[in-house]
Each structure stands twice: as C-alpha cells, then as structure tokens.
C-alpha cells in the first residue's frame, strides 16, 4: 500500500484528503497550524464563481467550472452551508458594456450556463438597492455562496472518517529523497511518503523549492474585508461584482450563508505571507468601492473586520501537475481556488490512482453529518435535542443562538476544535453583534474542561496567542 503525505490542511488539501481515501492507500495530511481551514481558507469572500472571468483553456477555467457544478451534491453529503444565489457583474458606464460582453463571451467559452447581460433598470427590478449609477450587469445565475470554513471542516472530517490521518501543529521544515519517495521532517517528527502533494497555499513555492527546481514565485495578495450585522443582511440577495482588474475580481457586495452582508476585499501584494492585520487605508478603500455598487450600506452595522492573504503566482495560472516521480503540486491556488478545490481534489486522486495502481476502498463513506445547530431548528426540533441532551438547552452564544451542548460536541469530535476561533468556526459562537463579548468567558470554561488543560492555557487561534493571562482580582 503506498504512502501518500499531503502538505497544507486548507480547502484543497482537505479536498484531495477526501477524495484520494476512495482509494486504497496510507494518507497523512500535515498541517502547521492547529486545525484546519486556518490559513486562506477561513478568510475569503465565501463565493462559489460561476466561471465567466476565468480566461479560457487555463486550468482556472476548467477546474472552477467543474468545482461548481459539484457543490449541490457535496453541500448534501458533507452537510455544510451552501446557496445558489446568482451574481451580477455590473458596470457604471454604458462605454464598458463591451467589457462585459467579453466576460459573457468568455463563460460561454468555458461552459458557464445561463449568463446574460441586463440593463440598469432591469438589475434594480431584480435588486432594489443597486446604485442608479448601473448601467448594465451580467448576471451568472450558477454563482453561489458557501461557507468556506465549514467546508473544510467538513472535508476534513470526511477524510478522517475514511482513514486519513492528521498531523496538526506540524510545519514542514524539510524534504529529501529516500528511494522512490521523500522523507518529510516536521520539527524532530519525520514522515515517508512515495506520493507528496503539495497544497502549502501561499507557502507552496517553498514548499516546492524544498525538493524541485523554482519553476513558479508565489506573492501573498492580500484582502481585507468588513463584515455587517444580519440586521442589513437583507440589503442585497446575490453577490454584486464590479468589473474585474488585473489584480482580481474586485470588491464585492454579499450575503454569506448565515445572512450577514461582507463587503471586500481589497487587492495589496505584500512581502510578509503572514501579514494579515487590516489597515483604515484598506477598510476605507474597500467601503468605498462597496457604497458605489450599492450606496444604502450602512457602516454603522459593522460587526468586525478581517483579511485574509490569496497565493498570487507569477505564472498566471493554477499550477497542477507532477513536478517529478512522486511529487505532485497543486499551487497558485489563488481566485477561484475555493470553487475549484473539490474539481482539484478529484483530478489529484484519479491521477494519484492512475499512476500507482490504486483499488477502490470498498468502505469509503461519502456521507458526514455536521454537529446539531439549533439556530436552523424547528420548536419541535430543539426539544427533542433538549430531552436527549439537556446540554442543548443551555444557551451560551445569544446572538447566534449557540448552545452549550453544541460548543462540547464541536470540541469531542474527531479533528475537534482545539481553540476558541475553532470552535467559532464549528459552531459560530462568538460570531455574532456582540462578537463574543458575552460568550467568550464560558466558551473558555468549556474548552478548558473539556482539553483538560488551564483556562490560562486555551489558545484564541492556532499555537500563539491565548485567551488570558491571568487573573486581575
């Protein structure tokens, strides 16, 4: 049985998790951070892309066509939030009709369904409160939103359920060759694999150069965005784009999954690949980009603010292929990864399968069943949750309507939250208008009983900074 070892725990990587354990083989997936879902993949637009800007014949084309057509299926057996909602690209002057009939020319090109350029008026009939400014707007009604995080999660579990083992706070450090495969060191931990996959995000030209020729530079591109309170959550239905640029699809305005409305992200290469702090340069760039596509935003309903870096590579498209026996590389994972990771995680596996030989595991499970979250419940529903298990009954997050029992679950299952972002984005306590003014203290508590270790030890996010520091009385 082969030994395939895949770098990097974010939406690719879960994806390829996933589907390579349809197969016979010894997988281990190595994570630096903690959990999953903890780098681009936790802090991203949400959006699944209909496919119209990719250029056609790239590997961006084909994968994000392929990777949306998936997610009604994948939404239901993995059981994590996903709507198609439809999008609109939209333009403020009638000179940049010929722009979007470009976009129109080329999803057609790559099999996007379903698009169609409207004027102005048309668009304010279908959105109301779309600026009078708009001229015209394509519209994709296959574009969707999803919730990126639990995505991943639900990957994860998946995978893990069919026997892919995980290796998190396990940061890379090294690869060589060892026979026909690689030996991977993580601190003093090594691991042997005849198959590696690389799916280091915006680290995966280090990653790469570890063992291969340079062949691609990867540039963090970073984005920040403003997230507003469910209260306005209604202000626009589909995602509004602007014209894209040469440094991405632009700022845009969208309901998320849970009905908040997210306004970004901007559009900056950085040097530092961790830099994710937000700047008043970028917030009052990205609010006004947003106000022009639709003025009625109120930045009053701000609830947080957040950024998130995408892997800009130098070569202008996904890199995805063997960079030599053994070593396959799915890099440059930037706009549209999100939607072409479960396309991607499927072509990794079939070509992994295809050139070792692998058998199907008779055994794999497609299906995997997300925690009870009573916020979606009918009455009927919670009680008898409640009468199972009281836990359920005791609210710790009120603004999402969180439970106890739902934050214990989140920690006990297998690849478990081991932090309190973890457990936000698990269960979402803490995601709400108070942003965990209220709930914060208990959700510390509960972490604590249940990891066995100090409240002064439970960690905010990944292996740094921790909740407290002791106590001032």
């Known amino acids: 049985m082969i030994k395939v070892i895949i770098i990097g725990g974010g939406a690719v990587g879960c994806a390829v998790a996933r589907e390579i354990s349809r197969y016979e083989c010894d997988v281990t997936l190595l994570e630096k951070c903690n959990d999953v879902s903890e780098g681009t993949s936790k802090a991203n637009s949400g959006i699944v892309h209909a496919g119209h800007d990719a250029t056609p014949g790239t590997n961006k084309a084909r994968f994000n066509v392929l990777g949306n057509a998936m997610f009604d299926e994948l939404s239901s057996q993995l059981d994590f939030p996903f709507k198609r909602n439809g999008a ?3 333009c403020f002057d009638e000179n940049d009709l010929p722009s979007l009939e470009k976009l129109l020319e080329k999803g057609e090109k790559n099999g996007v369904k379903g698009l169609k350029i409207i004027d102005g008026d048309t668009a304010r009939k279908i959105e109301p409160n779309l600026s009078q400014k708009v001229a015209y707007a394509l519209y994709a009604p296959s574009s969707g939103i999803v919730s990126p995080y639990e995505m991943v999660v639900a990957f994860a579990e998946n995978a ?4 892919v083992k995980f290796e998190l706070s396990c940061k890379v450090d090294g690869i060589s060759k060892s026979g026909d495969g690689f030996v991977v060191s993580c601190g003093d931990k090594s691991f042997y694999g005849d198959v590696v996959v690389n799916c280091a995000g915006v680290y995966a030209d280090e990653i790469n150069d570890m063992v291969n020729e340079p062949t691609f530079k990867i540039t963090a591109r970073k984005g920040e965005y403003m997230l507003l309170d469910k209260y306005c959550g209604d202000i626009v ?3 509004i784009f602007q014209l894209p640029t040469s440094m991405g ?3 845009l305005v969208t309901q998320t999954t849970h009905g908040n409305i997210l306004v970004g992200p901007t559009s900056v290469d950085i040097e530092d690949k961790d830099d994710v702090e937000t700047t008043p340069e970028g917030l009052e760039t990205l609010w006004n980009k947003g106000i022009e596509s639709v003025p009625t935003l109120d930045r009053k309903q701000r609830i947080t603010q957040f950024a998130g870096n995408r892997a800009h590579g130098d070569v202008g498209d996904f890199v995805v292929g063997w960079a030599q026996k053994g070593f396959f590389n799915v890099a440059c994972i930037e706009s549209p990864g999100l ?5 991607l995680g499927v072509y990794v596996a079939e070509e992994i399968s295809s050139r070792y030989g692998l058998k199907a595991n008779e055994k794999f499970n497609p299906i995997r069943r997300d925690i009870p979250h009573l916020a979606v419940m009918t009455e009927e529903e919670r009680n008898k949750l409640i009468a199972e298990n009281p836990d359920y ?6 603004c999402e309507v969180v439970s106890e029992g739902e934050i214990r679950a989140s920690i006990c299952r297998p690849l478990g939250a081991r932090s309190f972002d973890g457990v936000k984005r698990r269960t979402r306590a803490g995601m709400g208008r108070c942003q965990s003014g209220f709930c914060c203290p208990e959700i510390v508590k509960i972490l604590s ?8 030890e439970i960690l905010k996010d990944d292996n740094v900074a921790t909740m407290l520091i002791g106590r001032t009385k």
């Not at 893990?160 to 026997?163: A, C, H, S």
């Open 88 to 90: 609109f690209v939209v």
């Open 160 to 163: 893990y359920d069919n026997g």
């Open 237 to 239: 239905s589909h995602t």
């Open 249 to 251: 699809k632009g700022v």
């Open 339 to 343: 939607t072409s990771a479960p396309a």
């Open 393 to 398: 009954g005791k609210i710790v997050c009120r």
């Open 449 to 456: 009983e249940e990891l066995g270790v100090s409240e002064e």
